[in-house]
């Protein structure tokens, strides 16, 4: 079974500044995406940034980006410029062939001003 | 990207009697939609795959019986919660996989909050 594990339950930036968020994953597969997602207040899931598997180039939109180390099974999250509608809780999370989804456990992001 | 529609936003009911969310995909033919289950702080808990037409495949330790998941059409899924008790209560999603820019992605109804009394 696929398992996705995110080691900071909590974590907080400055606003204007620059956080990054864990995430680790298990996998035999070599086929797979990875995925940032939101959950704001509203309990609304968005989608921030997606990474494929077989490219080695990391992933960016607009301020945030990835940093995919695929040996390493680590794809952690950079959230630039941070901004007060950035807080929210943030799940990584791993997608099989199949389309089955799987989170890690959540990230809650504080942005102070 | 895809539009997914989730009814009722929130529900209160008594113990012993059954709830029924609808997801909708609104602008989406979706062959297979996912229902996940959330407690409160805690990450979201893949429960089963809903095929239209067919049976829903359910999750490792998900009491079928329990979460009855029904895909009538390519629009609608519908899961009911039978002979709810409070330990039922909990944020129910639903969400569908479209194609986006070449890749898979999940869209996400805005959930349903069970509480049962």
């Known amino acids: 079974a696929q398992t996705v594990t995110q080691s900071q339950p909590e974590m907080s930036v400055q606003e204007a500044e620059t956080v990054t968020l864990s995430c680790t994953y298990d996998?035999?597969?070599?086929?797979?995406?990875l995925f940032w997602y939101k959950q704001p207040p509203s309990r609304q899931m968005i989608l921030v940034i997606r990474?494929?598997?077989?490219?080695?180039q990391n992933a960016t939109e607009n301020r945030f980006s990835v940093n995919f180390q695929k040996a390493a099974k680590s794809f952690s999250l950079k959230i630039s410029d941070s901004q007060l509608g950035d807080a929210a809780m943030y799940f990584c999370?791993?997608?099989?062939?199949?389309?089955?989804?799987?989170f890690g456990t959540g990230t809650s992001l504080t942005v102070i001003p | 990207g895809a539009v997914v529609s989730q009814h009722p936003s929130w529900v209160i009911c008594k113990s012993g009697t059954s709830v029924k969310i609808e997801c909708r995909s609104l602008?989406?033919?979706?062959?297979?939609m996912f229902w996940y289950r959330q407690f409160p702080k805690q990450s979201l808990m893949l429960m089963a795959t809903?095929?239209?037409?067919?049976?829903?495949?359910?999750e490792q330790g998900v009491e079928k019986d329990k979460f009855l998941i029904n895909h009538a059409s390519l629009t609608l899924s519908t899961l009911t919660v039978t002979s709810a008790h409070p330990e039922d209560s909990s944020f129910y999603i639903c969400?569908?996989?479209?194609?986006?820019?070449?890749?898979?992605?999940?869209?996400f109804g805005a959930g349903s909050r069970l509480t049962v009394l």
């Open positions: 969400s569908v996989v479209t194609p986006t820019d070449g890749a898979n992605v999940l869209t």
């Open positions: 996998t035999s597969e070599s086929d797979y995406y």
């Open positions: 990474q494929e598997a077989y490219k080695q």
């Open positions: 999370a791993y997608r099989r062939a199949g389309n089955q989804f799987y």
């Open positions: 602008d989406f033919q979706a062959t297979t």
């Open positions: 809903s095929n239209e037409g067919s049976k829903a495949t359910y």
